[in-house]
């Protein structure tokens, strides 16, 4: 399951609904699994019981890359493509910035003025990435960082779908495992219907 959840990541896969039928009908899914294929229910008991296991192995990772020399991680690289990040200055939060932008998301007083300062990307912290140059370079320096996920990138930018009923709207309680509807009602797990290829 964790060779599973790792190349799912590599993918950049996360809902586990599309990982469960990826390991169902994509052969290289298959292959990582060994040919098993969890429910997306498992999946998702798996990676809330047992994802720390996952961070573990994605720092030793990291690590060993910085032991070895293979970077110096001397940027946070934002943008989403690697290599356009590693040759613009313009797509990284420097240090600083980003203590800025942890003292300022807890509550601590920060000057206009110096925020107004920040580069671009770091005063649009919805295009923040969650990767390994970032989640590294804040491990090494133990710094606490922010990093939004995609409803809270949406809310930022005011772009959340105006349908109230759309997912945007809906919150998931890991504790129960069941999505919050905008009525304040909890959506169980019922059934998975998959649609039989080749129908007519």
Do not use: W
Not at 10 to 31: G, K, P
Not at 33 to 49: C, G
């Amino acid at each position: 399951m964790l060779k599973l959840l790792v190349y799912a990541k590599i993918q950049h896969i996360d809902r586990t609904s599309i990982i469960a039928d990826m390991v169902r009908y994509h052969d290289i899914f298959r292959y990582v699994s060994d040919d098993i294929r969890p429910s997306e229910r498992s999946i998702q008991r798996y990676r809330r019981e047992y994802g720390q296991y996952f961070e573990v192995l994605l720092q030793m990772t990291l690590k060993k890359a910085f032991d070895e020399g293979f970077t110096e991680f001397n940027h946070v690289a934002i943008d989403g493509t690697i290599k356009k990040a590693y040759n613009s200055n313009n797509n990284t939060i420097t240090k600083k910035e980003t203590q800025i932008l942890v003292d300022y998301y807890e509550g601590r007083p920060i000057d206009s003025e110096c925020l107004e300062k920040l580069h671009k990307p770091a005063q649009r912290l919805d295009t923040i990435y969650l990767n390994q140059i970032s989640l590294s370079y804040l491990a090494d320096e133990k710094i606490e960082g922010l990093i939004p996920n995609r409803k809270q990138s949406k809310e930022k930018i005011e772009k959340l779908n105006e349908n109230k009923y759309h997912k945007d709207h809906f919150e998931y309680d890991y504790e129960l495992d069941a999505f919050k509807c905008p009525e304040n009602e909890y959506m169980y797990f019922q059934a998975k219907y998959i649609e039989p290829h080749g129908s007519v």
